[in-house]
């Protein structure tokens, strides 16, 4: 008879045995919003990480770690990828122009980075033995659908080339997958909360910035729907999606966020954590796009399901902001993409 093991200790050495083989992690953009959460997230599990980064938000949003390995650099440059991705079980692939108004400041640029760079890097990272490569698309791929739940079954309909480029590359990455080359696709909802790496140009982090420090909110309609995720959360699943066996995610392309709530709820949100002297007004505009996802299938398939609120994500910059780790947040250009990218003339 076999002996009986408990299910907490089972589960710990399937994590043992799966951290064995995936020990050593490349990110790119690993420097970015979500990258500065994760990385100092994977060192703490006791991985092994290299992060690829242009660094144009500086290399202090990243720890000084002996297990961590800073590359500035570009994943455009093929020769520098064939130079250090051997040796790495897993990409998580999280460089991009990752905005709409960032891509349309040049288009050139977000092109080549977000679609032209995207099959050499995954033809090199299969053909240097990386086992698995995670990638990160985006929910915007759906477009603007009428339906309450957008679920992964449905047509894609990209808006814009940002959104485009994203849905083309999930039809890339297909391509590659083997028994030896997992792969695997979320959708994310737009992330909120604090990182060192601060982004402000992000609905719950622009009102909750509004909020503090200027004490008024502007809603522009109000009824348009966002679907969000804390940034707890984001990094939490990719961290899962290292452990889970292949067989649950080789292939699967799902959707990752929390519950959908329209911008006039949100800033309701933020007024409840951030204090009654806040003043929302709302005013008209032509824009009513409404974008909302279901998170069903991937709590489902995976029994992943976040556990961070929004009103968490408003209270943890609050925090932040309480405590001087946020300056000049209407100001400084780092806070914001399209800002920091005129600054720099980025190429």
């Given amino acids: 008879m076999p002996p009986i093991v408990s299910g907490g200790i089972f589960h710990f ?53 002996p297990n961590l390995k800073k590359i500035k650099g570009d994943i455009r440059d093929q020769e520098l990828l064939k130079k250090i991705l051997p040796g790495h079980d897993a990409v998580i692939h999280l460089a991009c122009i990752s905005n709409d108004p960032s891509f349309e400041l040049n288009p050139g640029l977000g092109k080549s980075i977000n679609l032209d760079a995207f099959e050499p890097l995954v033809k090199t990272a299969k053909e240097n033995g990386v086992k698995r490569f995670i990638y990160a698309s985006s929910s915007s791929v759906y477009g603007i659908k009428e339906t309450p739940n957008v679920t992964e079954d449905m047509p894609l309909e990209p808006l814009t080339d940002y959104s485009k480029f994203k849905a083309q590359c999930e039809v890339i990455l297909e391509k590659y997958r083997s028994d030896d080359f ?26 909750t910035n509004l909020a503090i420090n200027k004490g008024t909110i502007t809603v522009f309609g109000g009824e348009q729907k966002r679907p969000n995720i804390h940034i707890e959360d984001m990094t939490d699943l990719y961290c899962l999606l290292l452990t889970l066996p292949k067989e649950k995610i080789s292939g ?19 007024k409840h954590i951030i204090g009654d002297q806040v003043n929302i007004i709302t005013t008209p505009t032509n824009d009513h796009r409404s974008y909302h996802i279901s998170s069903e299938k991937i709590k489902k398939e995976l029994g992943f399901e976040a556990k961070h609120t929004i009103e968490d994500a408003v209270a943890d910059l609050k925090r932040e902001f309480d405590a001087g780790h946020i300056p000049n947040s209407f100001d400084d250009p780092k806070y914001f993409n399209v800002k920091l990218m005129q600054l720099i003339e980025l190429h």
């Fill in 182 to 207: 997992t792969t695997f696709t979320v959708r994310p909802a737009t992330v909120c909360g604090y990182s060192k790496r601060l982004r402000l140009d992000l609905t719950v982090n622009i009102l």
């Fill in 13 to 65: 050495c399937i994590f043992a045995n799966l951290l064995k083989h995936m020990k050593n992690i490349f990110i790119t953009g690993g420097a970015g919003y979500v990258g500065a959460v994760l990385t100092p997230k994977l060192l703490d599990k006791g991985y092994n990480v290299t992060v690829l980064d242009l660094m144009i938000y500086g290399e202090d949003v990243l720890p000084n770690h």
């Fill in 252 to 270: 699967k392309i799902l959707n990752a966020g929390y519950e959908n709530h329209t911008v006039s709820e949100i800033a309701g949100m933020v």
